[in-house]
């Protein structure tokens, strides 16, 4: 006999020995044995046995080791263990100590290699052998022969490959598992060698070579087959494509993950005796067979299609499925109401999985009165509506679980509620229906745990129970019209609240300080009501675990934050949208796991603190909206990712703040009075993707590392004092590939201020740099960024032609080149479809406008007008028109040019001269000459200085100014 070789996992044995030999209940030859195995691995005395937190138990009570109570043999033994660098050699004849071994587990120990030994023969009652997770082949199948007693044999996780039919000499095996092997053929159909007792067969997850060639149909050579597991298969062709194999006897099969024909729901009439049948994601479609095939299977008690392609309504038929205890149809595409299908005969179900379908389902339940076993019912995503006249019956079902969330109107709050007393989880959200909150259900059902009306529609105080709840862990009730304050007694009646969401509400009042005795919560949403007052201090300070603390949109006051918090398990802190006061409390950075820090649109001043950096967890910082002043500190959290800042009376220059912040995605810091250059070292930030620095003094050309930043997709430098050319290798992407944060971004588009966030803020693609002192040619490599969606150059001093590249821009929705110093012809753009904003105004263009034709057709006038040489419609200028530009002959062109023009030049100077001499001096005349006309004079230009002086003051602060 051949046995192992290569690394048996020796350091879990040797620490499950260190106590066998001390047992009172093992014979001394099998203690003996044990400590010979143990030292038969021989692992390395370098390696600490304590270091694994390994552990010596008696080997009686081991749970790997069981010792016979009545001859202290050793009956099972279990060697399980991860794969070591050393190669332990392993010595068969060890085993010939336990004659009684009836169990034997080698899992997951890497065994490549047998020898010959004699060893196992002793191993004659055997029953179990567990080979799985270590790398046998072909090989070692021959001499699993010597296990005449064996009943159950798992070899999944190897790299058998071919057929295994010369396991066929063990005539006892009854459960055989090739799981995670490369298995392309089981039965010969030349030499049909079969295991004649064989009742369980696992192929699961066979991926071999040559995987067409595989024959299921000679399956039904087993006789006595039971169950078959044909699960996560890819085989070509379609598993039984040849046909279904008589299985009479089979009664639980699996092929969930498979490919199946058409045809398959009808003829799986051949196996009658199935009780068991698994189908999810088998690529199926069409109906469910109205007459034969699933409906003849009258002792199926499980079926399972769901994840398939399905459709239609539910055949009558099914209600032949008497059996059937367990079904779930979920995400296919059924329709119907389920008040008219079959499902209300099939009373023995005590599992019924609808969700993501397109039923109709009555919100009274009345169609599953009847069915007393009902415990788990699953509707999720169908919808729900009411039931017109609703008769006084009584449920006869308990029910543990209930999913009814979707769509739909469904009346006032189900009456059948009222008859549950075993209720753990409950899922009403998305459902209209009028009522106050339920506290009625969470009372009468002990072990409720979990409870979710989002969106539901519900109205009223909210109401609790009177005593404690200890099971309740989870409560959603947002995006309802609760009205009122929060129970101030919340704390005491759910103590071992782990999540709750009360958010997008009318509640009013403060914060109860009870919620400081919910030293198990996790997850806090109040936002979106109108809660008023400070946060308590029992909150922040007796909530330990408290992870998701969410107050946006309320009316709270006073600090962000207690000095005394703790909260180092705070990962999400979000109080935007308050009247918070005060500074940026030290207390916070005890938070050292806090990773998004969200105190925008309140009323917080001061500094941004030094110590912020300290808070390493950061990813996201968000304290726009306020009137914090001051220079930058110099430096962020070396890890974040995104920061907030605009809108705020931040000043001086950017210097090194975020210079070692290599993940920044996002950086907002518009609408401040920074000064100085854009730093040469944002061209480091190679994960920059939105960038806005909009509304500041900053100054100086655009650095051309901006071209380093890959990913960029949205770039807004407008309103600053920017000089020098437009660096032509700016890149922009669209579709981000970041997971964008939950911040808004102010974007200028279309000529209206809006704000994008989420997915819809990973889709905009834009360039901005307005109102600003810019100069030179637009670049024409502008017009390689076809995805582009806004460009908005206007309010600068560019010159030179609108580049011919434009044309490209097939994305654009805003273009914006007005107030330039552009000339030449407008290019042809009319192929811009998206195109909805559109502008040149007040350049130096000529010519003929574009064509009225797609979107060109909804432009007017404005979009054109301070262009004196420009024609055509919208414009009332004609292109026709002689008096647009005057016409010279060839000839005249040429003494034009010869001349200098038609006018001496050289005589209108000295006249013009002279002229002017004689005017000053009759004036100055005039002046001596009449003292009343010389004081009016005088007076007459100091009053004029006077006026311009008040003008000059009250008017040349707009004079930059951008509308």
């Not at 034997?104 to 490549?112: A, F």
Request: proline share 5%.
């Amino acid at each position: 006999m051949r046995l192992i070789k290569q690394p048996l996992v020796a350091l879990v044995i040797a620490s499950l020995l260190e106590g066998w030999w001390s047992c009172d209940g093992c014979l001394e030859n099998e203690r003996n044995a044990l400590l010979q195995l143990k030292a038969s691995f021989n692992y390395p005395k370098r390696m600490s046995l304590s270091s694994w937190g390994l552990h010596t138990d008696d080997c009686c009570k081991w749970e790997n080791i069981n010792c016979s109570s009545t001859t202290g043999r050793v009956s099972k033994l279990s060697i399980r263990g991860d794969y070591w660098a050393f190669e332990w050699c392993f010595n068969a004849s060890l085993f010939l100590a336990f004659q009684e071994l009836t169990s034997l587990s080698l899992r997951n120990s890497r065994i490549i290699e047998c020898v010959e030994n004699e060893g196992l023969l002793s191993l004659q009652n055997l029953e179990f052998l567990d080979l799985s997770s270590n790398n046998f082949n072909n090989s070692i199948i021959p001499f699993l022969g010597v296990f005449s007693s064996l009943k159950s044999l798992n070899l999944a996780g190897n790299i058998f490959k071919s057929d295994i039919q010369e396991l066929d000499a063990s005539g006892n095996l009854k459960v055989l598992s090739l799981r995670r092997n490369q298995i392309t053929k089981v039965v010969d159909s030349r030499d049909v060698k079969i295991i004649r007792n064989l009742s369980s067969l696992f192929l699961d997850d066979n991926y071999g070579y040559g995987r067409s060639s595989i024959q299921l149909e000679l399956l039904g050579a087993y006789p006595f087959l039971k169950t078959l597991s044909l699960m996560d298969n890819s085989f070509k062709g379609g598993i039984f494509a040849q046909g279904l194999p008589n299985f009479k006897n089979l009664e639980h099969l699996d092929l969930r993950s498979s490919t199946l024909h058409n045809n398959f729901l009808k003829d799986i009439e051949k196996m009658p005796s199935l009780k068991i049948l698994l189908l999810s994601s088998c690529q199926l479609n069409g109906t469910i067979p109205a007459a034969k095939g699933l409906c003849e299977l009258k002792h199926l008690q499980k079926l399972d299609v769901s994840n398939n392609d399905l459709s239609g309504t539910l055949p009558l038929c099914l209600a032949n499925l008497t059996s059937l205890q367990l079904l779930d149809l979920s995400f296919n595409h059924f329709i119907g109401n389920i008040s008219l299908s079959p499902l209300g005969s099939l009373t023995s179900m005590h599992t019924l999985q609808l969700s993501s379908n397109l039923f109709r389902i009555p919100i009274s339940l009345l169609p599953f009165f009847n069915h007393s076993k009902l415990k788990h019912l699953n509707c999720h995503e169908n919808e729900i509506c009411a039931d017109i006249d609703v008769p006084t019956l009584t449920p006869k079902f308990q029910l543990r679980t209930l999913d009814l969330s979707g769509q739909g109107d469904g009346g006032v709050f189900p009456k059948f509620f009222y008859y549950q007393h075993k209720l753990e989880y409950v899922d009403m959200s998305n459902i209209k229906m009028k009522g106050e909150f339920p506290h009625w259900l969470i009372r009468n059902n002990t072990k409720l745990y979990a409870l979710y009306l989002h969106n539901s529609s519900l109205s009223g105080p909210l109401q609790l129970p009177i005593h404690s709840h200890v099971y309740f862990s989870y409560l959603d009730i947002s995006d309802n019209y609760f009205n009122g304050s929060i129970p101030t007694e919340i704390g005491v009646c759910f103590p071992s609240l782990n999540s709750l969401n009360l958010s997008g509400n009318g509640l009013t009042g403060g914060i109860p300080s009870s919620f400081g005795k919910m030293s198990q919560l996790t997850e806090l949403d109040l936002s979106n009501n109108r809660l008023s007052g400070i946060i308590p201090q029992d909150l922040i300070v007796g909530c330990n675990s408290l992870g998701h603390l969410i107050l946006s949109n309320n009316n709270l006051q006073g600090q962000i934050f207690p000095k005394q918090a703790t909260c180092k398990e705070l990962i999400l802190l979000l109080l935007d949208g308050n009247q918070f006061t005060g500074s940026i409390p030290y207390s916070i950075i005890n938070c050292t796991g806090l990773e998004v820090l969200d105190v925008s649109d309140n009323h917080l001043f001061g500094i941004i603190p030094s110590w912020i950096r300290n808070i390493t967890s950061l990813l996201s910082l968000d304290l726009s909206e306020n009137n914090f002043f001051g220079n930058l500190p110099s430096s962020f959290p070396p890890w974040i990712s995104e920061v907030y800042l605009s809108k705020n009376r931040l000043q001086g220059p950017l210097t090194n703040a975020f210079y070692s912040c290599s993940d920044l995605i996002i950086l907002d810091l518009g609408h401040n009075y920074f000064t100085k250059r854009i730093p040469e070292w944002i061209g480091n930030f190679s994960e920059l993707t939105y960038l806005l620095l909009a509304y500041n003094n900053l100054e100086g050309e655009i650095p051309i590392q901006l071209c380093n930043l890959i990913q960029l997709s949205l770039v807004d430098l407008s309103n600053n004092n920017l000089s020098g050319p437009v660096p032509p290798c700016i890149s922009l992407r669209r579709y981000s590939e970041h997971s964008i944060g939950s911040q808004p971004l102010e974007v200028t588009t279309k000529n209206a201020l809006r704000y994008f966030q989420g997915i819809i803020l990973s889709l905009i693609s834009g360039l901005d740099l307005s109102c600003n002192n810019l100069s030179g040619k637009i670049p024409a490599e502008i017009g390689n960024l076809s995805m582009i969606q806004v460009l908005n150059l206007s309010h600068n001093k560019l010159t030179g032609l609108i580049p011919q590249s434009f044309s490209n821009l097939k994305q654009i929705e805003s273009l914006d080149l007005s107030y330039n110093n552009l000339n030449g012809k407008i290019p042809q753009l009319t192929q811009l479809y998206f195109l909805a904003v559109f502008s040149v105004a007040h350049n130096n263009l000529s010519g003929r406008t574009p064509e009225m034709v797609a979107q060109f057709a909804t432009f007017e006038n404005s979009s054109y007008e301070g262009n004196p040489f420009l024609c055509g419609p919208p414009l009332s200028k004609s292109c026709f028109s002689s008096s647009i530009m005057p016409r010279f002959s060839e000839e005249d062109k040429k003494y034009h040019k010869k001349d200098g023009g038609f006018v001496d030049i050289d005589a209108f100077g000295v006249s013009f001269l002279i002229s002017y001499a004689i005017v000053l001096l009759t004036i100055a005349a005039v002046l001596y000459i009449n003292p009343y006309w010389r004081r009016a004079w005088f007076y007459m230009i100091e009053l004029s200085l006077t006026n311009l002086y008040y003008f000059l003051v009250d008017n040349i602060p707009f004079v930059f100014r951008c509308y």
